[in-house]
């Protein structure tokens, strides 16, 4: 039996920051909560938690800057949720480091979908981590991933990267030149079904190209991305 | 290259440009200078003519005089530039003499325009004396003269014509710039500026439209920031509502709350959707798109039973969102409002979505979609948003919607802007 996951949720209306606890706790997360910003930070630190769900509006410290506080030290999974009107925070939040958003209201299959989502790919890292290495690198120029300890150097230098973005990569670098449409994206790394939203992807892109060079990840207009090789 | 300096020339240049007018207008100016100048300069040429015509014409007397008063004879003799008269003294000529003795009399012959003479007549000792002098020389001058100032004020026209048409380029640019920017406000770009200098009255139009255009992206701030909070307030409390309704133990009145639930958050979402196309804050994002596997994504997503066919899609120019959002409503709303077998066709850059229901009310043809009004008396079968976003999203990114009927059923035609090059 293995430690229930650790789940530290930030949020501001009390209803919203108990009924959520009260489901997630249902489904066997192990909930901490905390209703402002800075708060938040603390315990986030303190208890280091698998995942940070955090709301975008909050007193003190808001969602965004959170996410960068916590970007600056951890490439734990952070899944954001919005209630205001996407194109003003959700971009900002991505960009911030989130791995993926959800709209408010949530329904809550869709909440534990996503949650799911984002544990698997941090799960996929942890658990590849303690594979033997060496079971080739991948390269590209100075771009280098090792697959089997899933670290990525340029130029010798390591980068640290979110599971999803490590992720991004990893699909990319399995097939590299080919040119991968942002459906296709969604649904292997993201695991959407069928309701994504291709802004993840492409400020996802953003953060990437920005870790590992910017002319790294060719934009195809209208289709999608590919790694340049 | 070559298709733009045309049409920098055929707008610069245009039947109706004001810089035709601005020239016209100089050339004008310049016209009444030069006749003035010219009638001024002409009489007074024309003045000192008849002045040095009436030295001649004394010179001529005083010799006649001189002769007849040595010899005591008058005869009817030519000079060099005249004659002696004895016969035939012309009326004006005495009446400028009064009649009276001592006064010498002048007068201008110009009763042939091309043989202008100067008359003097002279009584002395009761005898009357008169000469003429031929002063065609002298006329000739001045109109060569006015033959010149005609051709210089016909030249400086022409010139001034040509130039003030070319110099006018610095205001008429400046006004093309105006309505440039104007225009990119218009289609949405509020951050386009004049930025003219304070000064004469084109730079006063200009920081009136750049004026405009603050004020404008002010009130769309506002707008946004608005719709922004009201979703924001709207949505905390319906989050919690949702999410503490999923807890409720299951059984029967669960399930009326939760359906409830469900119908006060689309209701709440396709409300703020349609706050935000009122506010005309929603900006397209536009990018290509391959028609066929957009349509299909946005049925599969209404998981309703469609019959599908997108072979000979397109690709188009739109903004996928709300594109698939177009789809869906419409989709949702032929299952809703009308009756399978709902057939969605893709066709190049158009889309059909058929049912076989009863069709669409006339009004909504004629009219348009209008909010609450669905066309069907009894309640709580849709609210009659769907087709008020699909039309309001359909602005946004140009796309032309349409609702007619079909034999046996409404039949909604979406037409998307083709993309304007594939890159790849």
């Not at chain 2, 809703?336 to 057939?343: A, C, L, T």
């Amino acid at each position: 039996m293995t430690a229930p996951v650790a789940v530290l949720l930030v949020e501001d209306d009390s209803v919203i920051r108990q009924a959520l606890a009260a489901t997630l706790s249902r489904y066997g997360y192990a909930v901490t909560t905390a209703a402002d910003g800075l708060t938040g930070l603390e315990l986030f630190q303190q208890t280091q938690p698998d995942l940070l769900l955090l709301d975008v509006m909050l007193p003190g410290l808001d969602g965004i800057g959170l996410c960068r506080r916590v970007r600056e030290t951890s490439t734990r999974p952070i899944l954001m949720m919005s209630a205001r009107d996407q194109a003003l925070d959700v971009v900002s939040g991505l960009e911030a480091g989130a791995d993926d958003y959800v709209t408010k209201p949530v329904d809550t299959s869709v909440l534990v979908a996503r949650i799911r989502s984002v544990l698997r790919r941090a799960g996929h890292h942890q658990a590849d981590a303690v594979e033997p290495a060496g079971n080739g690198l991948l390269e590209f120029g100075d771009l280098v991933i090792d697959p089997g300890a899933l670290e990525v150097t340029v130029g010798g230098t390591p980068v640290a990267l979110s599971a999803t973005e490590l992720r991004l990569l990893l699909e990319f670098a399995e097939q590299p030149g080919l040119v991968l449409s942002r459906a296709t994206l969604l649904r292997s790394v993201w695991d959407y079904g069928w309701d994504g939203d291709s802004r993840v992807v492409d400020t996802c892109v953003q953060r990437l190209r920005t870790k590992i060079g910017a002319d790294r990840i060719e934009t195809v207009r209208g289709f999608g991305y590919k790694l340049r090789t | 290259m070559h298709t733009r300096i045309a049409g920098f020339f055929r707008v610069a240049f245009a039947r109706r440009s004001l810089r035709w007018r601005i020239a016209a207008l100089a050339a004008a100016s310049a016209t009444v200078v030069a006749v003035v100048i010219g009638v001024a300069v002409h009489q007074d040429s024309w003045d000192r003519s008849v002045a040095e015509g009436e030295d001649l014409a004394s010179e001529a007397l005083n010799g006649a005089e001189g002769s007849y008063l040595a010899t005591g004879k008058l005869s009817a003799t030519s000079t060099a530039t005249g004659k002696v008269v004895t016969t035939g003294v012309p009326q004006p000529l005495l009446d400028a003499m009064h009649g009276s003795l001592g006064v010498v009399g002048k007068w201008l012959d110009t009763t042939r325009p091309d043989w202008p003479r100067m008359w003097a007549g002279h009584h002395v000792d009761g005898r009357l004396i008169a000469v003429w002098v031929d002063l065609s020389h002298i006329f000739d001058r001045v109109h060569d003269q006015d033959v010149f100032v005609v051709k210089a004020a016909v030249g400086t026209l022409v010139v001034v014509f040509v130039v003030v048409a070319l110099l006018s380029e610095l205001i008429t640019r400046r006004l093309r710039r105006v309505s440039r920017t104007a225009l990119r406000i218009a289609d949405g770009d509020l951050t386009a500026r004049i930025g003219a200098r304070a000064g004469d009255e084109i730079a006063d139009l200009g920081s009136a439209v750049d004026s405009m255009a603050v004020a404008l992206q002010q009130k769309l701030l506002i707008e946004k920031r608005f719709t922004a909070d009201v979703a924001h307030e709207l949505r905390t409390p319906l989050t919690g509502l949702v999410t503490s309704a999923e807890l409720l133990p299951d059984g029967e009145a669960t399930e009326l709350v939760r359906d409830r639930v469900g119908v006060l958050r689309v209701l709440v979402e396709d409300l703020l959707e349609i706050s935000r196309l009122d506010a005309g804050v929603e900006r397209a994002e536009l990018t290509p798109v391959p028609l066929g596997e957009l349509v299909t994504e946005a049925v599969s997503r209404t998981g309703r039973p469609v019959e599908l066919d997108t072979t000979g899609a397109a690709l188009v120019q739109t903004d996928p969102r709300r594109a698939e959002r177009i789809v869906a409503n419409l989709v949702h709303n032929a299952f809703r409002h009308g009756s399978p077998p709902v057939e969605v066709s893709v066709a190049g850059p158009v889309v059909r979505i058929r049912d076989h229901g009863t069709g669409f009310p006339e009004s909504v043809i004629t009219e348009g979609p209008q909010r609450f009004r669905t066309g069907v008396t009894e309640r709580g079968r849709g609210h009659g948003l769907g087709l008020t976003i699909a039309a309001g999203q359909a602005e946004v990114i140009g796309a032309e919607l349409t609702f007619s009927n079909a034999a046996g059923g409404a039949l909604a035609t979406i037409v998307f802007p083709a993309a304007e090059s594939v890159q790849g």
